[in-house]
C-alpha cells in the first residue's frame, strides 16, 4: 500500500535509513509507514496503513500544534520540532518532527511526508548529565559545586557547626536544607531564623522563649526557636545580621549547649545542629569588631562558599534547563527551552540578584510566552538587546546541556577507541557519515584522540 508514485528505489531508501518517516493523504490517512517507523512506535505498517496518523503516534502536538496541519495551512516545512509520542505499548518516546508536503508534477496536493527521530537515547543522556549536576534541588556544573557536591554527605553526617557563604540569592538555603534533608536528623524540626528580619528587642525572646510573667505581655509560656529545633537543624539566615547582645548567648549555645529563657531560672540543655549562613565577609567584621570572633570560629567548623552566579556562567543553560521544568508543573505550560538569542542574553548578563534573578527572569518569560520557546520579547525590559549586544562566540558558549553531552559522549568514544571512526560511530549506534557530521558541527577532531 504504497503511494503509486513511490518508486522501488524510494522504496528501498525508506526501509534503510534510521529516522521513521510515514506519509499521509490529504486526509490525513497514512499511505506508507517505513521499518524505522515500526520499530519506534511499535506499530506494523500494516495496522497503520490508512488509519490517521492521530490514531497511531497519540502525539502530545496532535490536537495544538500539529507538525502536519502547519506545513499544509503554510506549505512551508517543519523541521526538528520537539514532540513525544505513544507507542503501542502506552510508552511515551521523545522524538523530532521535520514535515513537508508532497505535491504532483503539476503542483497538486497529494499529502505530506514526515519524519521522526527518536530521542530516547538523548533523553536518557541528559537525565545522566541533569543527574551528575544536581544534589537534592541545588543545581551545579561549575567546579566549585562539584566540590560542594562531593564532601556534602560527609558534612551532612558529621552534625558538624557548618557556615555557608555567598552573595544574596545564590542558593545558600538549598544548600543548608540539603544538610538536613541528608543528615540523621532529617525526620526531625528544620527551624529558619531570618536574622535580618527580627528586631533587636524581640531577637533574645524569639530564639530562646520566654516564661510567663518574663515582661508585661508574657501571658503564658512560649518556647523559642530553638526549642522548637529539638533534635533537629536550625538554619541562622544572614548570621551577620544577629545582634552583639545575643551573639554571646548563642555563642554559650554552641560551647555548653544549653540556654535559658526568659524569665527562666535553670537552663534548658539544647540538642540542635546549627546552619548559619552569611552575604558579608565575617572575619571583615570580626576585624571591625562588629562580631565575635569566638562566636565565629565556633560557627566555621565546616565552611561552604557559594560563588556568585556571575562567576559561574557554566551553571546557567543548567539552572534555565531546571526553571522550566519547575514553571512547565507549576503552570501546566509545555514551554521546550529558550532560544538562542535569550541563552546568549543570559550568558552574558551579570545577575547582581544571581540565581533568584535568573529564576524570575525564567518566570517572567513564562508570562509572556505562549509558544514552544522563550523569546527575546518575553524578556524584562533591562535584558533586550539595546542594553546587550550578542556575539557568536557566546552562542557557541551557551549551547544546550543536551548538545554539550552529545559532544562529550563522542569525545569519551574516540578516547576509547583512540580516534578510530569506524569503531566510534559503532560504539554510538550512528553511521560513520553522521559521525564526521557531527564532529563537523562541534569541532572535534578524531587527531586529538590518536596516540603518537
Avoid at 356 to 376: A, H, P, Q, S
Amino acid at each position: 500500500m504504497a503511494p503509486q508514485n513511490e518508486t522501488p528505489f524510494v522504496q528501498t531508501i525508506l526501509r534503510c535509513i534510521a529516522d521513521g518517516v510515514f506519509t499521509v493523504d490529504r486526509d490525513w490517512r497514512i499511505t506508507s509507514f517505513n521499518r524505522a517507523a515500526e520499530r519506534i512506535t511499535g506499530w506494523a505498517a500494516e495496522e497503520a496503513l490508512g488509519k490517521k496518523c492521530s490514531d497511531i503516534f497519540h502525539a502530545d502536538i496532535c490536537e495544538h500544534g500539529c507538525a502536519i496541519r502547519k506545513t499544509f495551512e503554510t506549505g512551508r516545512e517543519v523541521i526538528d520540532q520537539p514532540a513525544r509520542i505513544l507507542d503501542s505499548r502506552g510508552r511515551a518516546v521523545p522524538v523530532s518532527v521535520s514535515t513537508a508536503v508532497l505535491r504532483e508534477e503539476d503542483g497538486t496536493l497529494l499529502g505530506a511526508v514526515e519524519t521522526f527521530r527518536d530521542l530516547s537515547a538523548l533523553e536518557q543522556l541528559r537525565r545522566e548529565i541533569q543527574n551528575r549536576y544536581t544534589f537534592e534541588d541545588i543545581i551545579g556544573k561549575s567546579e566549585a559545586f562539584q566540590k560542594i557536591f562531593a564532601i556534602l554527605p560527609d558534612v551532612a553526617e558529621s552534625d558538624s557547626t557548618v557556615l555557608i557563604e555567598g552573595p544574596s540569592g545564590s542558593g545558600k538555603e538549598l544548600l543548608a536544607k540539603a544538610i538536613h534533608n541528608l543528615s540523621r536528623r532529617r525526620k526531625q524540626p528544620y527551624v529558619v531564623v531570618n536574622c535580618g528580619t527580627l528586631p533587636a528587642t524581640l531577637f533574645e525572646s524569639e530564639l530562646f522563649g520566654y516564661k510567663r510573667g518574663a515582661f508585661t505581655d508574657a501571658k503564658k509560656d512560649k518556647p523559642g526557636r530553638i526549642a522548637t529545633a529539638e533534635r533537629g537543624t536550625i538554619f541562622f539566615d544572614e548570621i551577620s545580621e544577629l545582634p552583639p547582645e545575643t551573639q554571646v548567648k548563642l555563642l554559650r549555645v554552641l560551647q555548653e549547649r544549653e540556654y535559658e529563657p526568659l524569665g527562666a531560672v535553670q537552663t534548658r540543655r539544647a540538642n540542635v545542629r546549627v546552619v548559619a549562613a552569611t552575604n558579608k565577609s565575617l572575619t571583615e567584621l570580626v576585624a571591625k569588631g562588629l562580631f565575635r570572633d569566638d562566636l565565629y570560629f565556633r560557627l566555621a567548623v565546616v565552611r561552604l562558599s557559594i560563588p556568585p552566579l556571575c562567576e559561574r556562567r557554566g551553571d546557567i543553560p543548567y539552572l534555565v534547563e531546571h526553571f522550566i521544568r519547575r514553571f512547565n508543573a507549576k503552570r501546566n505550560k509545555t514551554i521546550d527551552g529558550v532560544t538562542p538569542d535569550v541563552m546568549e542574553i543570559l550568558m552574558r548578563y551579570d545577575y547582581p540578584g544571581n540565581v533568584r534573578e535568573l529564576e524570575n527572569v525564567i518566570e517572567y518569560g513564562f508570562v509572556l510566552c505562549r509558544g514552544k520557546l522563550i523569546d527575546v520579547r518575553h524578556l524584562p525590559d533591562h535584558l533586550q538587546p539595546t542594553d546587550i549586544v550578542p556575539s557568536s562566540k557566546t552562542v557557541q558558549r551557551a549551547a544546550s546541556p543536551l548538545r554539550r553531552a552529545e559532544a562529550d559522549a563522542i569525545r569519551d568514544v574516540l578516547a576509547a577507541t583512540n580516534g578510530h571512526l569506524g569503531r566510534a560511530a559503532q560504539e554510538l549506534g550512528i553511521s560513520r557519515t553522521t559521525l564526521w557530521r557531527k564532529m563537523t558541527k562541534y569541532g572535534i577532531s578524531a587527531n586529538d584522540f590518536r596516540g603518537e
